[in-house]
Structure formats: C-alpha cells, structure tokens
C-alpha cells in the first residue's frame, strides 16, 4: 500500500518552454500532497503543500507564479514549471500525506528535470 | 537553529558491524518520528516510524525514541553494503522536518 507515482521519470525540455510533472497516490486518497527540489548531494527543499480543492501553500523563496500547483483530485497533484530556465533544472519529488494519525509522508519516484 | 538536526558524515562501518544514527530535534511537543533512506539519485523510502519512547524494531532496523532528551536514532544491525545510502530523520510537529541526513557507507 502507500505507492505513489510520478510522470514523467526525467524530462529534458528548451529554455523558456513549461513542464508539467503529474503525481498520482496510487492506492489511497491524499488530501495533502507536497513538492519538493533536490539539488545534486544536497538535501530536500520543501517548495510548497497541495492541498485537494483549494491554493497550494509556497515556502518561502518559491515563486508561485513560476511553479504552478494544481491539486485537482484526491488522487492527483501537478507541477508546472513555467518558462523554465536552466537553473531550474533540478529533481522534483513530490510525496503524498498516509492516512494514518501519524501523517507519514509516502515519495514518489522524482522527476528529474533538465532544462537546455 | 533548525528544526532537526544529522550529522551529514560520512558514517562508515564495515559489514557485519551496527550502525548507528542520530538525530536531534528542537520542538518538545513534536509526536511522531520517521527515517527515511535515499539512495543516491532516487527518492526517499519510508523505513521505519516511532512514536512513542523506547525501541521499536522491524527486522535489522531499531528505532529508538527519547522525548525527553529529544533524540531519536537508527540502529542497523549485521549491516550490508546494500545499506549504504543516505538516512534521513524526519519529524512531525504542525509541519513535516526532514534532517539534512547521514551519509552511511558500509564496507564489504
């Protein structure tokens, strides 16, 4: 139980063009989904929390115009860089909140992104 | 100060032998606890959850939990060069903490 998935795995996309990077929970319903960056060899980066039917919430520092959530079902969250540079080329994870009291955090497998 | 804190390591132990990881972490009303394993270009994988003070233990992993002394810890025992990733501590208090993780590498 507990699987969530991401799409694409890796996607190479031109300066200035948008990406759209799909995260489903497969076998639950995720009422909260977060978005995370990794940069090579360093740690996770919170950029912002999807909650289902209402405005994701952004870190500090996380331009919401540029990184664009759309939390549309219990099921499924979207990412979408917009005009993307090559410094935001980077790897995404996003992870879903468990069903338990414990609200564990259940990863998807990461998108990794390179922008040209 | 953060949140939660790892020594970054590299910890290294040779195979066979415990490895053992730490983590602080700053808020005392804090109520659950998760370590997470990320091999190196791929995602996190939850291992294990504590909740409550003492041990918990799941096949070669123990976690232990001191809400007063705010430490929690990973044991691994008879550890194996599969084993050697980066562990990360995570802490729920209102909002998700991860640590920056521990570096661990097991030698055969």
């Known amino acids: 139980g507990a699987v969530v998935s991401q799409h694409p795995s890796w996607v190479i996309c031109k300066s200035g063009t948008s990406v759209k990077i799909e995260c489903r929970s497969l076998?639950?319903?995720?009422?909260?989904m977060f978005w995370y960056r990794q940069f090579p060899k360093q740690s996770l980066m919170l950029m912002a929390t999807?909650?289902?039917?209402?405005?994701?919430?952004?870190e500090q520092g996380v331009e919401k115009d540029k990184f664009l959530i759309n939390h549309a079902s219990l099921t499924l969250s979207t990412l979408t860089v917009t005009s993307a540079h090559p410094e935001d080329s980077s790897f995404y994870i996003c992870?879903?909140?468990?069903?338990?009291?414990?609200?564990?955090?259940?990863f998807g497998p990461g998108t990794r992104l390179t922008v040209t | 100060q953060k949140e939660v804190e790892q020594n970054s390591g590299p910890l290294s132990v040779p195979e066979g032998a415990i490895a053992s990881l730490n983590c602080t972490y700053s808020?005392?009303?804090?109520?659950?606890f998760f370590w997470y394993r990320q091999y190196s270009g791929k995602s996190p994988e939850l291992i294990m959850s504590?909740?409550?003070?003492g041990d918990k233990e799941d096949g070669r992993f123990t976690a232990q939990l001191n809400k007063a002394s705010q430490y929690v810890s990973l044991l691994i025992r008879d550890s194996q060069p599969s084993d050697s990733a980066t562990y990360l501590c995570?802490?729920?208090?209102?909002?998700?903490?991860f640590g920056s993780g521990t570096k661990l590498n097991v030698k055969p």
């Open positions: 504590i909740y409550s003070n």
């Open positions: 808020d005392r009303v804090s109520q659950s």
């Open positions: 999807s909650n289902e039917g209402s405005k994701a919430t952004y």
């Open positions: 995570a802490v729920n208090f209102n909002k998700f903490y």
């Open positions: 076998d639950f319903q995720a009422t909260t």
């Open positions: 992870s879903a909140r468990g069903t338990g009291a414990a609200y564990e955090q259940y």
